[in-house]
């Protein structure tokens, strides 16, 4: 039957665009929390940096920032080797972390200012403070946030296939010119992506309730556990780049 | 730890901490308006006070928490900074925090750690003692605050004042030469209070230099060696408790004390 063939197509595509999250994901956290600290500097110009890097990757259309670097940087990279893959990595990962630093800065000023007080008293430096105290407490807060972050760039992966990225998307693109069948491959396309999601959508609920309940808060239960409905529940999760897009 | 009693200490005499005439001016309001102040070592002075005098600014700008406007302040006969003029001097202010300890009266336990690593922690990353050396010794002081159960504890599973004890072993893990406490029994249930001004007693005994901000006037007569009547950013009186409590000269320190009597 033709559905499984199509799916074994779009599975080869699909362990591509796992590829695309996984790396994207690492950048993305490692570069955030870079951004946030550095939001959070004492130093000015330090401050000010992250702060353009982050208006001015908030502000790019994510499709033209893609077209941008591989039309731009594409023909130079290349040369070295640098394929495709490795530019849209370098599209999300940009795109992403400036949305995921303004959760970590978040988090990272919502721990009281007497934390402060009560580290530098004993000695210890502005990096001792932001690492060993300032951290530790702010990113258990944002894993829920940052799960959201992840679905976004499962989603926004889908763009890498205009720069002929072979995901899961051009998977189907290439199928739909072999079988003139756009509506019925691209509902599949749909089906496989709300696979990926929805378990997501309830890591992303899950971490929430087990985050609150560790630091001691009652989580917010209304809508949380099996007998919601996925839609309901990933309805109910604040995504922080809601209005923005 | 094991603090030297001060009797053997008569040889090195001279202040731990001295400030000379400290101002601090938060937008233009003058909260410290001039202070002389200075604490011997294994001296145990008290700052009484009504709520807004500059009590916890003092504090804080004795471990330059915050920045003085104007003033000196020295730490052993060393000059720490000299403001307006030459700010801090360079003496490296990470090392002569770690010397001044600091109770809070919110405590400011790390939560995310447990008591013990509460504990440990300016020891392993200040003083940079090895781990398991640290962490016994970090035992030992949680022992010594009566908290030997709860070393893997975490903040929130803690009772007010058996956080404020483990504050204070945090602070005593520096050993510091002097211990700053800025109202650490004013956050307190009143069943928590008598657990914590015990066990600073029991630290003042020991002959730990301590200047405490409290509104406890009885503790304040019972342990203090001098008293402090901060009022309205100047000292307006300072003495040996007996006699602030017998024969106040300042009109105010009358009013100020009969407040707290009450209380």
Redesign the interface.
């Known amino acids: 039957m033709d559905i499984l063939l199509w799916l074994s197509v779009l599975m080869r595509g699909l362990v591509v665009t796992a590829q695309l999250t996984v790396v994207t994901t690492i950048l993305t956290t490692i570069l955030a929390t870079a951004l946030a600290v550095a939001q959070i500097s004492p130093i000015r110009s330090v401050r000010l940096l992250a702060r353009w890097d982050v208006d001015l990757f908030r502000s790019i259309p994510l499709l033209a920032l893609f077209f941008f670097l591989f039309f731009g940087l594409g023909p130079i990279v290349g040369r070295f080797g640098i394929d495709s893959f490795w530019i849209a990595v370098l599209a999300l990962t940009l795109s992403e972390s400036a949305y995921l630093a303004e959760v970590f800065r978040g988090a990272l000023q919502s721990v009281p200012v007497?934390?402060w007080?009560?580290?530098?008293?004993?000695?210890?430096?502005w990096p001792?403070v932001v690492r060993?105290?300032l951290l530790?407490?702010a990113l258990?807060p944002s894993i829920p946030a940052t799960v959201n972050i992840v679905i976004g760039i499962i989603k926004d992966s889908s763009l890498a296939s205009l720069i002929a990225v072979s995901e899961v998307t051009l998977s189907a693109t290439v199928l739909v010119a072999g079988t003139f069948r756009p509506m019925e491959v691209y509902l599949v396309l749909a089906i496989v992506y709300l696979a990926v999601i929805v378990p997501l959508s309830y890591l992303a609920r899950y971490s929430e309730v087990v985050v609150a309940r560790r630091l001691?808060q009652r989580p917010n239960l209304a809508g949380a556990g099996v007998e919601t409905s996925a839609l309901a529940a990933s309805a109910i999760i604040v995504d922080p780049r809601a209005g923005e897009r | 730890m094991a603090p030297v009693p001060p009797e053997s200490n008569a040889d090195d005499a001279g202040a731990v901490l001295e400030f000379r005439g400290l101002q601090k001016i938060y937008a233009g309001h003058r909260v410290l308006r001039g202070i002389d102040f200075a604490v011997q070592r294994g001296e145990r002075v008290c700052v009484l006070g009504p709520s807004g005098s500059g009590k916890t600014t003092l504090l804080?700008c004795t471990?330059l928490?915050t920045e003085p406007t104007a003033g000196s302040l020295f730490f052993k006969g060393t000059s720490v900074g000299q403001w307006p003029a030459r700010g801090r001097s360079h003496v490296n202010l990470?090392?002569?925090?770690?010397?001044?300890?600091?109770v809070?009266q919110?405590f400011?336990?790390?939560?995310?750690?447990t008591a013990l690593e509460n504990v440990v922690?300016?020891p392993i990353?200040?003083r940079k003692l090895a781990s398991e050396h640290a962490k016994e010794r970090g035992y030992q002081l949680l022992k010594r605050v009566g908290l030997a159960e709860k070393v893997h504890a975490y903040p929130?599973t803690l009772s007010g004042g058996q956080q404020q004890r483990v504050a204070i072993a945090?602070a005593l893990a520096?050993d510091p030469a002097v211990i700053l406490f800025d109202e650490p029994t004013s956050a307190l249930d009143p069943e928590m209070v008598a657990e914590v001004l015990d066990l600073m007693t029991t630290l003042a005994l020991d002959g730990m230099t301590m200047v405490i901000v409290t509104h406890e006037t009885g503790f304040a007569r019972r342990v203090a060696d001098r008293l402090l009547i901060v009022d309205d950013g100047l000292i307006i009186e300072q003495g040996p408790p007996a006699l602030i409590f017998e024969s106040p000269t300042h009109q105010r320190t009358k009013e100020i004390l009969a407040v707290r009597m009450r209380d």
């Not at chain 1, 007080?117 to 430096?125: C, E, I, P, Q, Y």
């Not at chain 2, 990470?94 to 600091?102: D, N, T």
């Not at chain 2, 400011?108 to 750690?113: G, I, M, S, V």
């Open positions: 007497t934390q007080d009560a580290a530098m008293s004993l000695g210890l430096g001792s060993l105290v530790p407490q258990p001691g | 804080r471990n928490l990470r090392e002569y925090r770690s010397h001044i300890g600091m809070f919110h400011e336990l790390f939560p995310h750690l922690l300016g990353h200040v929130a945090r520096m």
